[in-house]
């Protein structure tokens, strides 16, 4: 089964910016991946998503500011967050869609000052 790891959380004041990377241990070329993310008390909800042909989709909070990519000679996913928020201060997620089966990496923190 795929792994997915994550990195570049860190803590950052507010208006900074960050780049989180989640590293597929094989070929992502033919699905589509995600990011999501979870504050402590909350829901987990959709950060941003993005096919394999590339189209993207991003929740209403982060649109704008965010920006989901994709490199598939690298096996890697980006998130590409600026103009931070304290209230972007969650545990950030990835995954991959494998035929209906969602498999999740184990997350990266991200702290946002005020």
């Known amino acids: 089964q795929v792994q997915l790891v994550e990195s570049g959380g860190g803590l950052v004041q507010a208006g900074g910016s960050l780049r989180l990377s989640c590293a597929a241990s094989?070929?992502?070329?033919?699905?589509?991946m995600g990011w999501y993310r979870q504050a402590p008390g909350k829901q987990r909800e959709l950060v941003a998503t993005?096919?394999?042909?590339?189209?993207?989709n991003y929740g209403d909070s982060v649109k704008g500011r965010f920006t989901i990519s994709r490199d598939n000679a690298k096996n890697t996913m980006y998130l590409q967050m600026n103009v931070l928020k304290p209230e972007d201060t969650a545990v950030y997620y990835c995954?991959?869609?494998?035929?209906?089966?969602?498999?999740w990496g184990q997350g990266t923190q991200v702290t946002v000052s005020s």
């Open positions: 995954n991959i869609n494998r035929w209906g089966y969602i498999y």
């Open positions: 094989d070929s992502i070329n033919i699905n589509a």
């Open positions: 993005i096919t394999s042909g590339g189209s993207t």
